[in-house]
């Protein structure tokens, strides 16, 4: 049981360039979440996807698109980096126990933008 | 708009004393509070969570309290121990009109725990 796992886990981009960073859950949960963590912000919700073949967008999803590929695996796009989109980037998902839940992150992905 | 504060970026604790993290969220539709602990170079880890029916919940070393008149949340770790030296993160959701949230959590800026041995 890996839990949730993300690739890759480094990169560096230059402006303009697209990639898409890539995350997998093996808990059979439902809901999966991106996240990126900045200095001074806490982790700010990107996109989430409440099932599979649902996404919707979370509080900072300006140049970013999802790909909920099926229950397992949730992908999060950049199309065209820019340099704020320098960051750390989580990959989570969500266990319910009746109305309390509990939400496993992965290692995180670094991104740097030049 | 911050809607969860951790309004202190870091807190220093003797080994054996109680660490005390504190939080503040102003939207009052929060209705669950979790804690999460994260070691540099990975992921959090959830800690410990409250629903807003309940006003305190334990779990071994760790207790949290929450005060909803004062829109406030604290964390407390006694007896506090070296390896408890991370950044902790307070995060709260709310249940949409159906009942059933989807999960997603505002999280607050973090506060570093260092303690010294």
């Known amino acids: 049981n890996a839990g949730v796992t993300q690739t890759p886990k480094f990169q560096v981009l230059k402006t303009g360039q697209s990639m898409t960073l890539q995350c997998a859950q093996d808990?059979?949960?439902?809901?999966m979440y991106w996240y990126r963590q900045d200095p001074g912000m806490g982790l700010r919700l990107i996109y989430y996807?409440?099932?599979?073949?649902?996404?919707d967008k979370g509080e900072v999803p300006n140049g970013y698109n999802v790909s909920r590929l099926n229950k397992r695996e949730f992908s999060l796009r950049l199309e065209s980096a820019a340099p704020s989109q320098t960051s750390v980037y989580f990959c989570a998902s969500t266990e319910w126990v009746g109305l309390e839940e509990t939400q496993y992150f992965g290692p995180g992905t670094r991104l740097l933008v030049l | 708009d911050q809607q969860v504060k951790q309004n202190s970026p870091s807190l220093s604790v003797q080994e054996g004393r109680i660490s005390i993290l504190n939080c503040d969220y102003t939207?009052?539709?929060?209705?669950?509070f979790l804690w999460y602990k994260k070691y540099p170079a990975e992921g959090p880890t959830f800690l410990i969570s409250?629903?807003?029916?309940?006003d305190k919940n334990e779990d071994g070393r760790f207790t949290v309290f929450l005060n909803k008149s004062a829109k406030h949340l604290s964390l407390h770790i006694v007896p506090s121990q070296p390896g408890d030296s991370a950044v902790y993160f307070c995060a709260a959701s709310f249940s949409n009109a159906g009942g059933t949230s989807y999960g997603k959590l505002t999280f607050g800026q973090g506060t570093i725990l260092t303690v010294h041995p």
């Open positions: 939207n009052s539709m929060f209705d669950y």
């Open positions: 996807s409440a099932s599979e073949g649902t996404t």
């Open positions: 409250i629903s807003s029916i309940k």
């Open positions: 808990m059979n949960h439902n809901s």
